[in-house]
């Protein structure tokens, strides 16, 4: 069970062990005491029942020995937690952006990634960032788990200690394809990485525009593609102007998408969805994205013919 795939393996690998080495001595030996007594005493056997008078001993012995059976547990736990939230001021920074249905990784120099690549032996600390809704930042071999919540400033550090490809997933339920939320870590030696960083291009201009980072800030790009790929949603390529047919209360309209469509689709998602498409999926962002921002959405969708 053990390995060195990262820093924190041996302290939670060995407080799993240990509680569930106590958790399986209890489960034997009261298993065992529960069967023995059940012959013992079975009715068949006419045994007398008497009264049998309190022990004040046994008494303290079961309530003293699980106290602190449960305070040595909670200390080996906590002994392995603590280093968990207290990452080096020199850890190599990398943002994880979580959003419906993937992960994004940024890097220093206006670089972003799919995979999270990182070098070998080196402190890393991953500032953790949703754009939608509840995610978990998982790595299972590097024992690994923290929440990714919408508003909050949290964090995962770790120091890879084995070359290699490890699996990283969503550890909580985040909607419809959640089982496809994954990416891959890469471990790498030093020189490799920088290498790699090196020819990693820069985001997009794209990224740069107003009305883009506005759509790609809300998560929007993880369900609406902008080069034509259709996924959960239409994809934001040509839909400016374009005529759809959509259901409203059930029945079939022909509609144009300009900026009335927009705000309403953005506002009341559920209201005018696409033929096509399923409904209940897109969230409201009322009070989330203003109209101000929804000005720059139309601007930047009429760009993309």
Known sequence: MFTNASNFVHD???????????????????????????????????????????????????????????????????????????????????????????????????????????????????????????????????????????????????????????????????????SYMSAIVKIVPEETYVKWLAALPQKKAEDNNLGYIVIEKNGCVACHSVNGTALVGPTFKGLYGSTKVVLIKGNKQTITADSVYIETSIFDPNKAVVEGFPQGVMKSYKGIISKKDIQLIDEYLKSLK
């Open 12 to 178: 939670v690998d060995q407080a799993f062990l240990i509680i569930t080495g106590i958790s399986l001595f209890f489960l034997i030996l009261l298993t065992g005491l529960m069967i023995y007594f059940v012959v013992k005493y079975n009715r068949k056997k006419n045994v007398k029942a008497v009264q049998v008078k309190d022990s004040t001993k046994l008494e303290i012995t079961w309530t003293v020995i699980p106290l602190i059976l449960v305070l040595f547990m909670f200390y080996i736990g906590w002994k392995g937690f603590l280093p968990m939230r207290n990452a080096p001021k020199d850890a190599l920074q990398v943002n994880a952006i979580g959003a419906m249905w993937n992960w994004k990784f940024d890097y220093p120099g206006n670089k972003q990634s799919d995979t999270l690549v990182l070098p070998l032996n080196k402190a890393v600390k991953i500032n953790l960032i949703s754009k939608d809704v509840l995610h978990g930042f998982f790595i299972p071999a590097f024992r690994i788990k923290e929440d990714v919540v919408p508003g909050k400033n949290n964090y995962s550090w770790f120091i890879p200690g084995e070359l290699g490809e490890y699996d990283l997933l969503c550890s909580s339920y985040c909607g419809l394809s959640h």
